[in-house]
């Protein structure tokens, strides 16, 4: 069956963290190994909740300053330097934008509460760009749950194997292909590419 419809994750494939230094900073201070600050803030037991929807970004933000005792001046100097070396791909966002109207096009993530408003806000991810945008603390499920899959497909209006899924954890990859998606699984933008063009092409 040809492709009808291209989904792309956002964190780890829209939108990356190219500037790793902001973050070292804090690990450094904090004694953290490499990627240990995104661990502990995406990895607790509070932002997996809040992936779900039940728990909110603060709530996150709070186990985060009480592991590491930080007051509140502190827990806003980290939230500013986690987020900052977060960069856009433009390229690869006009890639998705430009694939409508021949294809149907899609954002699915596992986000916290409130991220669709922040993402809008800071990066200019509206839902305009594409024709679903879904966000696992808004719907209550989170990948590589398959019922955020069929979901994505009942709003799609189309058959799991016309769709192709772009997602940087091979988890989330196996999920979708489970439900019978094709799937990429995102490591550079000119591999994530060439492989999603090689698909479309068939």
């Not at 500037?19 to 995406?42: H, N, S, T, Y």
């Not at 696992?136 to 590589?144: I, L, N, R």
Request: a negative charge.
């Amino acid at each position: 069956m040809p492709i009808q419809a291209v989904l792309f994750d956002i964190g780890g494939v829209l939108l990356r963290t190219e500037d790793q230094e902001p973050r070292r900073k804090w690990e450094r201070r904090l004694g953290l190994p490499a990627r240990g600050l995104a661990d502990a803030v995406f990895n607790c037991e509070t932002a997996r909740l809040a992936s779900v929807g039940q728990a909110t970004q603060q709530d996150v933000w709070r186990a985060v300053a009480e592991r590491f005792r930080l007051d509140d001046a502190k827990l806003r100097d980290l939230q500013r330097d986690f987020w900052a070396g977060d960069r856009l791909d433009e390229q690869l966002l006009r890639y998705l934008i430009d694939l409508r109207p021949r294809y149907k096009t899609g954002v699915l993530s596992n986000a916290w509460p409130g991220l669709r408003a922040l993402y809008a806000q800071w990066f200019g991810l509206t839902d305009d760009l594409v024709d679903v945008m879904i966000y696992s603390g808004e719907v209550g499920v989170m990948k590589p749950d398959a019922r955020i899959y069929h979901l994505a497909l009942e709003r799609l209006q189309v058959p799991a194997e016309s769709v192709v899924f772009v997602d940087d954890f091979i988890e989330n990859v196996a999920g979708a292909q489970a439900v019978g998606m094709r799937a990429v699984h995102f490591a550079s933008p000119g591999q994530a590419l060439a492989h999603l063009s090689r698909l479309l092409a068939e």
